[in-house]
Protein backbone atom coordinates (compact mmCIF):
# COMPACT_ATOMS: atom_id res chain seq x y z
CA UNK A 1 0.00 0.00 0.00
CA UNK A 2 1.27 3.38 -0.78
CA UNK A 3 0.65 6.98 0.77
CA UNK A 4 1.80 9.95 -0.30
CA UNK A 5 4.72 11.39 1.30
CA UNK A 6 3.20 14.47 1.59
CA UNK A 7 0.05 13.02 3.30
CA UNK A 8 2.73 11.28 5.82
CA UNK A 9 4.04 14.21 6.72
CA UNK A 10 0.34 15.87 7.61
CA UNK A 11 -1.02 12.80 9.46
CA UNK A 12 1.69 11.10 10.34
CA UNK A 13 0.98 8.12 12.27
CA UNK A 14 -2.20 9.22 13.48
CA UNK A 15 -4.41 5.95 15.00
CA UNK A 16 -7.40 6.71 12.95
CA UNK A 17 -5.51 6.93 9.27
CA UNK A 18 -3.29 3.69 10.71
CA UNK A 19 -6.69 2.03 10.91
CA UNK A 20 -8.30 3.15 7.70
CA UNK A 21 -5.22 2.17 6.43
CA UNK A 22 -5.29 -1.75 7.68
CA UNK A 23 -8.94 -1.42 6.49
CA UNK A 24 -7.84 -1.12 3.50
CA UNK A 25 -5.29 -3.34 3.36
CA UNK A 26 -8.04 -6.24 4.86
CA UNK A 27 -10.54 -5.60 1.88
CA UNK A 28 -8.04 -5.94 -0.62
CA UNK A 29 -6.99 -8.87 0.85
CA UNK A 30 -10.33 -9.96 1.16
CA UNK A 31 -10.98 -9.14 -2.75
CA UNK A 32 -7.72 -11.36 -3.90
CA UNK A 33 -9.19 -14.29 -4.92
CA UNK A 34 -12.00 -12.10 -6.89
CA UNK A 35 -9.42 -10.07 -8.54
CA UNK A 36 -7.56 -13.92 -9.07
CA UNK A 37 -10.84 -14.98 -10.80
CA UNK A 38 -10.88 -12.30 -13.16
CA UNK A 39 -7.25 -12.06 -13.84
CA UNK A 40 -7.37 -8.90 -12.71
CA UNK A 41 -4.22 -7.31 -10.85
CA UNK A 42 -5.06 -6.67 -6.78
CA UNK A 43 -4.94 -2.41 -6.76
CA UNK A 44 -2.37 -0.43 -4.69
CA UNK A 45 -3.56 2.67 -4.25
CA UNK A 46 -2.11 5.32 -2.83
CA UNK A 47 -4.20 6.67 0.76
CA UNK A 48 -4.86 10.24 0.98
CA UNK A 49 -6.93 12.10 3.65
CA UNK A 50 -7.30 15.66 1.88
CA UNK A 51 -10.88 15.58 1.06
CA UNK A 52 -13.19 18.12 2.51
CA UNK A 53 -17.08 19.39 2.62
CA UNK A 54 -19.55 16.70 2.07
CA UNK A 55 -18.05 13.41 0.36
CA UNK A 56 -16.44 11.18 2.62
CA UNK A 57 -14.45 9.58 0.17
CA UNK A 58 -13.18 9.33 -2.68
CA UNK A 59 -11.91 6.53 -5.01
CA UNK A 60 -9.80 8.04 -8.31
CA UNK A 61 -7.98 5.98 -11.08
CA UNK A 62 -7.36 7.01 -14.36
CA UNK A 63 -5.65 4.51 -16.99
CA UNK A 64 -2.03 4.24 -16.42
CA UNK A 65 -2.09 6.39 -13.10
CA UNK A 66 -1.86 4.57 -9.59
CA UNK A 67 -5.20 4.30 -7.82
CA UNK A 68 -5.61 6.96 -5.28
CA UNK A 69 -8.39 6.98 -2.17
CA UNK A 70 -9.08 9.77 -0.61
CA UNK A 71 -10.63 10.35 2.75
CA UNK A 72 -12.50 12.73 4.93
CA UNK A 73 -10.79 12.62 7.91
CA UNK A 74 -13.35 15.11 9.39
CA UNK A 75 -15.88 12.94 9.01
CA UNK A 76 -13.47 9.98 9.86
CA UNK A 77 -13.15 11.55 13.42
CA UNK A 78 -16.98 12.56 14.07
CA UNK A 79 -18.32 8.88 12.81
CA UNK A 80 -15.14 6.32 13.47
CA UNK A 81 -16.67 3.07 13.42
CA UNK A 82 -19.22 3.62 10.36
CA UNK A 83 -16.78 5.31 8.46
CA UNK A 84 -13.86 2.41 8.83
CA UNK A 85 -16.69 -0.12 7.91
CA UNK A 86 -18.54 1.22 5.49
CA UNK A 87 -17.13 4.47 4.00
CA UNK A 88 -13.95 2.83 3.74
CA UNK A 89 -15.57 -0.29 2.37
CA UNK A 90 -17.29 1.89 0.35
CA UNK A 91 -14.34 2.71 -1.70
CA UNK A 92 -11.68 -0.20 -1.73
CA UNK A 93 -14.83 -1.60 -3.82
CA UNK A 94 -15.05 1.27 -6.72
CA UNK A 95 -11.08 -0.03 -7.12
CA UNK A 96 -12.12 -3.65 -7.27
CA UNK A 97 -14.51 -3.20 -9.59
CA UNK A 98 -12.89 -1.20 -11.64
CA UNK A 99 -10.19 -3.81 -11.83
CA UNK A 100 -11.96 -7.02 -12.07
CA UNK A 101 -14.96 -5.72 -14.43
CA UNK A 102 -13.88 -2.16 -15.99
CA UNK A 103 -16.06 0.16 -16.60
CA UNK A 104 -19.28 0.21 -14.98
CA UNK A 105 -22.06 1.68 -13.38
CA UNK A 106 -20.47 3.70 -10.44
CA UNK A 107 -22.76 2.33 -7.93
CA UNK A 108 -23.94 -0.37 -10.22
CA UNK A 109 -24.90 -4.73 -9.52
CA UNK A 110 -20.98 -5.47 -9.93
CA UNK A 111 -19.79 -2.97 -7.33
CA UNK A 112 -23.06 -4.35 -4.84
CA UNK A 113 -21.46 -7.63 -5.01
CA UNK A 114 -17.95 -6.82 -4.23
CA UNK A 115 -19.73 -4.39 -1.22
CA UNK A 116 -21.16 -7.77 -0.47
CA UNK A 117 -18.17 -9.87 -0.54
CA UNK A 118 -17.20 -7.26 1.49
CA UNK A 119 -19.88 -8.22 4.13
CA UNK A 120 -21.97 -4.60 3.44
CA UNK A 121 -25.29 -5.82 2.14
CA UNK A 122 -27.11 -2.83 2.44
CA UNK A 123 -24.87 -0.67 0.82
CA UNK A 124 -25.81 2.56 -0.64
CA UNK A 125 -24.24 5.46 -2.39
CA UNK A 126 -23.91 8.61 -0.01
CA UNK A 127 -23.35 9.01 3.73
CA UNK A 128 -25.98 9.74 6.00
CA UNK A 129 -23.34 11.70 8.27
CA UNK A 130 -24.51 14.35 9.67
CA UNK A 131 -22.23 17.79 8.59
CA UNK A 132 -21.52 20.99 10.11
CA UNK A 133 -23.14 23.42 7.40
CA UNK A 134 -20.38 26.35 7.80
CA UNK A 135 -17.76 23.42 6.24
CA UNK A 136 -20.00 22.61 3.82
CA UNK A 137 -18.69 24.37 0.46
CA UNK A 138 -21.88 24.96 -2.13
CA UNK A 139 -21.80 25.86 -6.04
CA UNK A 140 -23.30 29.11 -6.92
CA UNK A 141 -26.38 27.56 -9.34
CA UNK A 142 -27.20 28.84 -12.79
CA UNK A 143 -30.38 29.38 -14.99
CA UNK A 144 -30.81 26.81 -18.19
CA UNK A 145 -34.12 26.49 -20.00
CA UNK A 146 -35.17 23.64 -22.54
CA UNK A 147 -38.61 23.69 -24.08
CA UNK A 148 -40.63 22.53 -20.94
CA UNK A 149 -39.05 24.20 -18.35
CA UNK A 150 -36.20 25.54 -16.21
CA UNK A 151 -33.20 24.17 -14.59
CA UNK A 152 -30.04 25.13 -12.17
CA UNK A 153 -26.54 23.50 -13.44
CA UNK A 154 -23.88 23.80 -10.91
CA UNK A 155 -20.75 25.86 -11.45
CA UNK A 156 -18.61 22.80 -13.15
CA UNK A 157 -21.72 22.07 -15.42
CA UNK A 158 -21.89 25.75 -16.35
CA UNK A 159 -18.45 25.47 -17.12
CA UNK A 160 -18.17 22.78 -19.25
CA UNK A 161 -21.63 24.42 -21.17
CA UNK A 162 -19.36 27.74 -21.77
CA UNK A 163 -16.24 26.11 -22.82
CA UNK A 164 -17.99 23.64 -25.56
CA UNK A 165 -17.02 20.82 -23.34
CA UNK A 166 -20.56 19.55 -22.90
CA UNK A 167 -24.02 19.71 -23.47
CA UNK A 168 -27.07 18.90 -21.16
CA UNK A 169 -30.24 17.62 -22.44
CA UNK A 170 -33.78 17.53 -20.32
CA UNK A 171 -35.07 14.16 -19.21
CA UNK A 172 -38.16 15.07 -19.99
CA UNK A 173 -38.18 16.81 -23.52
CA UNK A 174 -35.00 15.79 -24.45
CA UNK A 175 -34.23 19.16 -25.85
CA UNK A 176 -30.67 21.05 -25.00
CA UNK A 177 -30.39 23.30 -21.87
CA UNK A 178 -29.96 27.31 -23.39
CA UNK A 179 -28.30 29.33 -20.63
CA UNK A 180 -31.05 32.11 -19.36
CA UNK A 181 -30.14 35.65 -20.35
CA UNK A 182 -29.26 37.34 -17.22
CA UNK A 183 -31.10 40.87 -16.05
CA UNK A 184 -27.71 42.33 -15.64
CA UNK A 185 -24.75 41.56 -18.30
Known amino acids: MRRSDADFDRVGRHPLTVRIHRRVCELLLHAAPLCAAHRAPLPEPILRFDLTGQAAGQAVWRPGKV ?5 NLVLAHRHT ?31 KAV ?8 ASRCHDYSLDESQVRRQRRWSYRCDCTDHLLSTTR ?3 VEDNRARYQCR ?8 EPTANP
Do not use: N, Y
Not at 67 to 71: A, E, I, M, N
Not at 81 to 109: I, K, W
Open 67 to 71: PVLRF
Open 81 to 111: ADFVERTVAHEVAHLVTAACFGATRPHGREW
Open 115 to 122: MALFGIRD
Open 158 to 160: HKR
Open 172 to 179: QCGSVLRR
